[in-house]
Protein backbone atom coordinates (compact mmCIF):
# COMPACT_ATOMS: atom_id res chain seq x y z
CA UNK A 1 0.00 0.00 0.00
CA UNK A 2 2.86 2.55 1.16
CA UNK A 3 4.60 1.24 -2.10
CA UNK A 4 1.50 2.41 -3.99
CA UNK A 5 0.63 5.78 -2.27
CA UNK A 6 4.53 6.95 -3.75
CA UNK A 7 3.96 5.32 -7.20
CA UNK A 8 0.71 7.98 -7.10
CA UNK A 9 2.51 10.89 -6.38
CA UNK A 10 5.39 10.58 -8.45
CA UNK A 11 3.04 9.95 -11.20
CA UNK A 12 1.47 12.72 -10.29
CA UNK A 13 4.65 15.12 -10.00
CA UNK A 14 5.96 13.35 -13.41
CA UNK A 15 2.15 14.72 -14.91
CA UNK A 16 2.88 18.32 -13.48
CA UNK A 17 6.33 18.63 -14.93
CA UNK A 18 5.73 17.43 -18.06
CA UNK A 19 2.95 20.00 -18.40
CA UNK A 20 4.73 23.10 -17.35
CA UNK A 21 6.29 25.66 -19.70
CA UNK A 22 10.10 23.30 -19.99
CA UNK A 23 12.83 25.71 -21.86
CA UNK A 24 15.96 23.96 -23.02
CA UNK A 25 19.20 26.28 -22.07
CA UNK A 26 22.62 24.93 -23.08
CA UNK A 27 22.91 21.69 -20.26
CA UNK A 28 20.25 22.94 -18.50
CA UNK A 29 16.10 22.49 -18.14
CA UNK A 30 13.99 25.01 -16.46
CA UNK A 31 11.02 23.45 -14.82
CA UNK A 32 7.91 26.04 -14.22
CA UNK A 33 7.80 26.30 -10.41
CA UNK A 34 5.09 28.92 -10.05
CA UNK A 35 4.14 31.73 -13.15
CA UNK A 36 1.39 33.52 -10.73
CA UNK A 37 -1.23 32.63 -13.63
CA UNK A 38 -3.90 30.71 -11.37
CA UNK A 39 -4.65 30.51 -8.08
CA UNK A 40 -3.88 27.98 -6.49
CA UNK A 41 -0.87 27.25 -8.95
CA UNK A 42 -1.03 24.36 -10.19
CA UNK A 43 2.83 24.09 -11.53
CA UNK A 44 5.72 22.72 -9.44
CA UNK A 45 5.75 24.43 -6.18
CA UNK A 46 2.27 23.54 -5.32
CA UNK A 47 -0.28 26.09 -3.99
CA UNK A 48 1.37 29.20 -2.55
CA UNK A 49 0.43 31.41 0.10
CA UNK A 50 1.02 35.60 0.04
CA UNK A 51 1.89 37.72 3.09
CA UNK A 52 3.27 40.58 3.58
CA UNK A 53 4.37 43.19 6.70
CA UNK A 54 4.86 46.93 7.14
CA UNK A 55 7.94 47.68 8.87
CA UNK A 56 7.88 50.93 8.95
CA UNK A 57 5.73 53.65 7.65
CA UNK A 58 6.21 57.15 8.57
CA UNK A 59 4.18 59.48 6.65
CA UNK A 60 1.17 56.92 6.49
CA UNK A 61 1.53 55.97 2.67
CA UNK A 62 0.70 52.55 3.01
CA UNK A 63 1.73 49.13 1.04
CA UNK A 64 0.65 46.24 -1.13
CA UNK A 65 1.83 42.86 -2.31
CA UNK A 66 -0.80 41.20 -4.62
CA UNK A 67 -1.74 38.43 -6.71
CA UNK A 68 -3.05 39.60 -10.72
CA UNK A 69 -3.78 36.10 -12.37
CA UNK A 70 -5.01 38.42 -15.35
CA UNK A 71 -1.69 40.69 -15.90
CA UNK A 72 -0.51 40.06 -19.66
CA UNK A 73 3.12 41.33 -19.77
CA UNK A 74 3.08 40.78 -23.70
CA UNK A 75 5.22 36.85 -23.45
CA UNK A 76 3.78 36.19 -19.80
CA UNK A 77 0.59 36.15 -18.24
CA UNK A 78 0.29 36.21 -14.16
CA UNK A 79 2.59 38.21 -12.15
CA UNK A 80 2.72 39.78 -8.10
CA UNK A 81 3.19 43.34 -7.65
CA UNK A 82 5.21 44.94 -5.24
CA UNK A 83 3.98 48.53 -3.75
CA UNK A 84 5.04 50.46 -1.17
CA UNK A 85 4.13 54.01 -0.58
CA UNK A 86 6.58 56.96 -0.03
CA UNK A 87 8.45 56.26 2.71
CA UNK A 88 7.20 53.20 4.02
CA UNK A 89 9.22 50.05 4.51
CA UNK A 90 7.48 46.84 3.22
CA UNK A 91 8.16 42.78 3.45
CA UNK A 92 6.67 40.12 1.76
CA UNK A 93 6.61 36.19 1.32
CA UNK A 94 5.59 33.95 -0.88
CA UNK A 95 5.38 30.19 0.34
CA UNK A 96 4.92 26.91 -1.00
CA UNK A 97 3.97 23.86 1.49
CA UNK A 98 2.49 21.54 -1.02
CA UNK A 99 5.18 21.30 -3.35
CA UNK A 100 4.24 19.10 -6.95
CA UNK A 101 1.11 18.19 -5.69
CA UNK A 102 -2.20 19.71 -3.90
CA UNK A 103 -1.01 17.65 -0.10
CA UNK A 104 0.07 19.81 2.56
CA UNK A 105 2.30 16.97 3.97
CA UNK A 106 3.96 16.61 0.75
CA UNK A 107 7.83 16.90 -0.01
CA UNK A 108 10.01 16.62 -2.63
CA UNK A 109 13.66 15.50 -3.93
CA UNK A 110 15.57 18.26 -4.89
CA UNK A 111 18.64 15.70 -4.94
CA UNK A 112 16.93 13.22 -7.50
CA UNK A 113 15.88 16.03 -9.73
CA UNK A 114 19.22 17.20 -9.91
CA UNK A 115 18.42 20.50 -8.75
CA UNK A 116 20.96 22.94 -9.66
CA UNK A 117 18.90 26.78 -9.03
CA UNK A 118 15.89 28.81 -8.66
CA UNK A 119 15.01 31.46 -10.96
CA UNK A 120 12.73 34.15 -10.27
CA UNK A 121 11.87 37.09 -13.24
CA UNK A 122 11.69 40.47 -12.72
CA UNK A 123 9.50 42.90 -15.42
CA UNK A 124 10.74 45.69 -13.38
CA UNK A 125 12.61 46.58 -9.96
CA UNK A 126 12.91 50.20 -9.28
CA UNK A 127 15.68 49.94 -6.60
CA UNK A 128 18.24 47.50 -5.32
CA UNK A 129 16.98 45.04 -2.55
CA UNK A 130 17.35 41.48 -1.41
CA UNK A 131 15.62 38.14 -1.62
CA UNK A 132 15.78 35.08 0.78
CA UNK A 133 15.08 31.92 0.14
CA UNK A 134 14.81 29.18 2.86
CA UNK A 135 14.33 25.43 2.37
CA UNK A 136 13.03 23.48 4.90
CA UNK A 137 13.43 19.43 5.83
CA UNK A 138 12.27 17.72 8.50
CA UNK A 139 15.82 17.65 9.98
CA UNK A 140 17.18 21.05 9.28
CA UNK A 141 17.59 24.50 6.61
CA UNK A 142 19.08 25.70 3.82
CA UNK A 143 18.96 29.56 3.23
CA UNK A 144 20.62 32.25 0.99
CA UNK A 145 20.14 36.08 0.23
CA UNK A 146 20.91 37.52 -3.13
CA UNK A 147 20.36 41.40 -4.08
CA UNK A 148 17.94 42.26 -6.86
CA UNK A 149 19.42 45.51 -8.85
CA UNK A 150 17.07 48.37 -10.38
CA UNK A 151 16.32 46.97 -13.58
CA UNK A 152 13.99 46.31 -16.15
CA UNK A 153 13.38 42.25 -17.08
CA UNK A 154 16.12 40.83 -14.82
CA UNK A 155 16.42 37.50 -13.83
CA UNK A 156 17.74 36.35 -10.40
CA UNK A 157 19.46 33.13 -9.25
CA UNK A 158 19.95 31.46 -6.41
CA UNK A 159 22.21 28.75 -6.51
CA UNK A 160 21.35 25.76 -4.49
CA UNK A 161 25.06 24.92 -4.20
CA UNK A 162 25.84 28.31 -2.51
CA UNK A 163 23.05 28.19 -0.10
CA UNK A 164 24.23 27.80 3.89
CA UNK A 165 22.84 24.81 5.22
CA UNK A 166 22.99 23.38 8.93
CA UNK A 167 24.31 19.69 8.81
CA UNK A 168 21.07 18.12 9.50
CA UNK A 169 19.37 19.62 6.27
CA UNK A 170 18.10 16.95 3.59
CA UNK A 171 17.48 18.00 0.23
CA UNK A 172 15.63 14.49 -0.49
CA UNK A 173 13.10 15.62 1.17
CA UNK A 174 12.33 19.26 1.19
CA UNK A 175 9.00 19.99 3.24
CA UNK A 176 8.45 23.65 2.61
CA UNK A 177 10.25 26.50 0.11
CA UNK A 178 10.03 30.23 1.24
CA UNK A 179 10.69 33.37 -0.91
CA UNK A 180 10.99 36.36 1.45
CA UNK A 181 11.57 39.74 -0.32
CA UNK A 182 13.02 43.04 1.23
CA UNK A 183 14.45 42.02 4.48
CA UNK A 184 13.94 43.89 7.66
CA UNK A 185 17.63 44.09 8.29
CA UNK A 186 17.80 45.58 5.17
CA UNK A 187 14.33 47.65 3.86
CA UNK A 188 14.13 49.49 1.00
CA UNK A 189 11.86 52.24 2.06
CA UNK A 190 9.14 52.76 -1.22
CA UNK A 191 10.48 49.85 -3.18
CA UNK A 192 8.02 48.96 -6.16
CA UNK A 193 8.43 45.37 -8.24
CA UNK A 194 6.70 43.15 -10.23
CA UNK A 195 7.38 39.14 -10.79
CA UNK A 196 6.31 37.00 -13.34
CA UNK A 197 7.56 33.68 -12.82
CA UNK A 198 9.52 31.13 -10.58
CA UNK A 199 11.48 28.24 -12.39
CA UNK A 200 13.71 25.30 -10.80
CA UNK A 201 16.72 24.90 -12.78
CA UNK A 202 17.93 20.62 -13.52
CA UNK A 203 20.30 19.77 -15.92
CA UNK A 204 18.91 18.35 -19.42
CA UNK A 205 19.68 14.54 -18.03
CA UNK A 206 17.91 15.06 -14.72
CA UNK A 207 14.99 16.27 -17.20
CA UNK A 208 14.90 13.02 -18.48
CA UNK A 209 14.55 10.91 -15.31
CA UNK A 210 10.97 12.58 -15.13
CA UNK A 211 9.66 10.25 -17.21
CA UNK A 212 10.22 7.24 -15.59
CA UNK A 213 8.58 6.60 -11.79
CA UNK A 214 12.10 6.01 -10.49
CA UNK A 215 13.38 9.48 -11.37
CA UNK A 216 11.33 11.97 -9.08
CA UNK A 217 10.03 10.38 -5.53
CA UNK A 218 7.35 12.34 -3.98
CA UNK A 219 7.07 11.30 -0.44
CA UNK A 220 5.24 12.02 2.72
CA UNK A 221 6.13 14.15 5.45
CA UNK A 222 6.36 11.87 8.51
CA UNK A 223 4.51 12.54 11.81
Known amino acids: MYRMKKQASSIALIALAMGTSVANAGLATSLLWDDFDVLPNGH ?74 FEIDFLLSDQVFDIEVIMTSASGTA ?23 SPSFDFSNVSDVTFNFNLRDSAVASLDFVATEIRLVVPNSGSMALFSIGGVMMTRRRR
Open 44 to 117: LGGAASFTAVIFNDPFAQGASFTLDTMFNSGSDAGAVFFNSGIGTEQGASISYNQLGDQSTNSSMDFSALGAES
Open 143 to 165: HGVISVPASMEYTASFILGDLMV
